[in-house]
Nanobody, 120 residues
């Protein structure tokens, strides 16, 4: 059993900033990559940013230059610094972790989601 707990969501005005955090715990042997995904009403869940254990990052075109993903491997925690927020960033943000779990089982875990609302 692996748990991912997100925090940091809330209501912010356009142009503002938020920092999301996600901590992984449970039956984890290793985490190879973590990422953030978001889903707005009536839309599919899309990748926002990912980061590997080695530090390689990948961003959706819509957030490049505004969002920064980082991680603390020792704490199994991933962060998403969101600057210059736009109303179209409004969504439920989900944390994801991929790697190897207990007894070498594939690990693909999701958090419960945290709501980010950007007003204008």
């Amino acid at each position: 059993q692996v748990q991912l707990v997100e925090s940091g969501g809330g209501l912010v005005q356009a142009g503002g900033s938020l920092r999301l955090s996600c901590a992984a715990s449970g039956s984890i042997f290793s985490i190879n990559a973590m990422g953030w995904y978001r889903q707005a009403p009536g839309k599919q869940r899309d990748m926002v940013a990912t980061i590997t254990s080695g530090g390689s990052t990948n961003y959706a075109d819509s957030v490049k230059g505004r969002f920064t993903i980082s991680r603390d491997n020792a704490k199994n925690t991933v962060y998403l610094q969101m600057n210059s927020l736009k109303p179209e960033d409004t969504a439920v943000y989900y944390c994801n972790a991929m790697g190897v779990g207990d007894w070498f089982k594939p690990l693909d875990a999701w958090g419960q989601g945290t709501l980010v609302t950007v007003s204008s």
